[in-house]
């Protein structure tokens, strides 16, 4: 009786199964894959709660309408069915999850008659654009002004910089962006409001339409920057305070090395680990924290767009809108996760392994 051969494996599947193994075993993949599946479940639950909370809201888009006496009855029972109003709650829910799921769709606005991804898509790069220009700005002054601030600790910088972070974070927002406005308008034409770019824009050359944009983002940028970079301020000069008071730090000295070196290298990279933590929060609010800039600059973001939208109970505009702002703050949170473990990489992403 004879045995049939093995069958000698296949060397392309085996390299293919072992770098799979491999990716699964690595510790940044694994926590990105889980942190995926926990964000499925995390924005499945918030689209439940946010649709819940607009369908608790009083009226609807339809009240406005029915003010209007050029329309009858007939029109706004007509109106109600294309726009699925008539349909219990949880059937206009589970229809409009399963046409995100299954076609990327997120609905109509039913104020302007348009797709909400058009929208969105049209308004979603200004709104980033002005919200990077402003984060950039924030941590480029910030960070080096509170290490100053902290070095310098009890002498005349110091508390000239801590008057000037009190100064900032006691300003809302909208008394600061007023102020820029008052300011544009006396030094006008030095500084453009309103739009993001000038009429002659399409005339310029690449070089000349970056320019434009910037020249036009400067005012709404630096008055959305005031207050967030007073609190960063602070913040850095506590953090480099508690971290220049460590042992290590004492011995660090003690063996001679440079001040710069102590300061920029040892310090820095331990007083630096809780503002990347925040900077996942700031992610976050990259979408809907640049508002009051746009709304006193009219420049044309999202901010507005979604004020309007809340008005008029735009159902599937709002929606869209608040699950951005989720799907933002999960990706914030694993960026920041991602960049501790970079700067400390004593940091164990998966705690359990």
């Known amino acids: 009786m004879t ?54 809201a009083p009226g609807s888009y339809l009240d406005t309408l029915t003010q209007d006496p050029t329309l009858s009855p007939e029109t706004i029972d007509t109106l109600k069915q294309n726009f699925g109003l008539d349909r219990p709650a949880y059937e206009q829910y589970w229809r409009w999850l399963t046409r995100i799921v299954t076609q990327g769709d997120f609905g109509r606005s039913f104020k302007y008659q348009q797709d909400v991804a058009i ?17 950039i700005l924030t941590w480029a002054i910030a960070i080096p002004l509170g290490i100053l601030s902290a070095v310098k600790q009890n002498t005349i910088v110091d508390r000239v910089l801590q008057i000037v972070g009190y100064t900032g974070q006691g300003f809302p927002s909208f008394i600061t962006a007023l102020i820029f406005l008052i300011v544009a308008q006396m ?3 030095l500084f453009p409001v309103g739009d993001m770019t000038s009429v002659f824009h399409k005339d310029l050359s690449w070089f000349g339409r970056v320019l434009d944009v910037a020249w036009h983002a400067f005012l709404p940028a630096i008055a959305l920057s005031i207050t967030s970079f007073a609190g960063l301020q602070r913040l850095m000069r506590g ?41 996942g929060f700031e992610f976050a609010s990259l979408l809907s924290g640049a508002f009051i800039a746009e709304f006193f600059f009219n420049w044309p973001g999202l901010g507005r767009l979604i004020l309007e939208a809340v008005r008029a109970q735009d159902l599937y505009l709002v929606m869209a809108s608040l699950m951005m702002g989720a799907v933002m703050l999960i990706i914030g949170n694993l960026l920041a996760d991602l960049l501790l473990k970079f700067v400390d990489p004593r940091i164990q992403l998966n705690a359990d392994r």
């Open 187 to 189: 030094l006008s034409p």
């Open 3 to 56: 045995t049939a051969p093995k069958k000698k494996p296949n060397p392309i599947i085996e390299t293919i199964a072992s770098l799979f193994q491999s990716l699964f075993q690595n510790e940044i993949v694994s926590f990105i894959l889980k942190r995926i599946g926990q964000a499925a479940i995390t924005i499945f639950l918030a689209s439940m709660l946010c649709f819940a909370i607009v369908q608790l």
């Open 239 to 279: 953090q480099m305070l508690d971290v220049l008071r460590q042992d290590y730090v004492r011995t660090a000295r003690a063996k001679g090395l440079p001040e710069n070196r102590v300061i920029y290298v040892h310090a820095l990279r331990n007083a630096i680990n809780p503002l990347i933590t925040l900077l």
């Open 119 to 135: 929208l969105l898509r049209d308004r979603v790069p200004a709104t980033l654009l002005l919200s990077f220009i402003s984060l």
